[in-house]
């Protein structure tokens, strides 16, 4: 009954932007911490954004000036903003509820995934 839906994602140019959401249900949102991860082809998952019950947030190195996670947990949804979209941040992108404690989220929850490509 927990599911995780994503959305947002398709083909960007070079420096444009995305905003995914992720719609949750069969949880209690507000009470979650909740992360975005992404797979790129070859490589492993990454952690890229998280924010907390409390919305706390932190970033991958790699996003961060870039990218801003939010919530709102009226809408039990999940935001990744990307702007400045950069080749490297193709990827299958996917929205996890969890837990986030001493820098490390510990995902209970995955989405399907949603595409995001960046080329021109």
């Known amino acids: 009954q927990v599911q995780l839906v994503e959305s947002g994602g398709g083909l960007v140019q070079p420096g444009g932007s995305l905003r995914l959401s992720c719609v949750t249900s069969?949880?209690?949102?507000?009470?979650?911490?909740m992360g975005w991860y992404r797979q790129a082809p070859g490589k492993e998952r990454e952690l890229v954004a998280a924010?907390?019950?409390?919305?706390?947030?932190n970033y991958a190195d790699s996003v961060k000036g870039r990218f801003t996670i939010s919530r709102d947990n009226a809408q039990n949804t999940v935001y990744l903003q990307m702007n400045s979209l950069k080749p490297e941040d193709t990827a299958v992108y996917y929205c996890?509820?969890?837990?986030?404690?001493?820098?490390?989220?510990?995902?209970?929850?995955w989405g399907q995934g949603t595409q995001v490509t960046v080329s021109s």
């Open positions: 924010i907390t019950s409390g919305r706390r947030t």
């Open positions: 996890s509820a969890g837990r986030y404690n001493i820098g490390s989220f510990y995902p209970n929850y």
């Open positions: 069969g949880i209690i949102f507000s009470i979650r911490d």
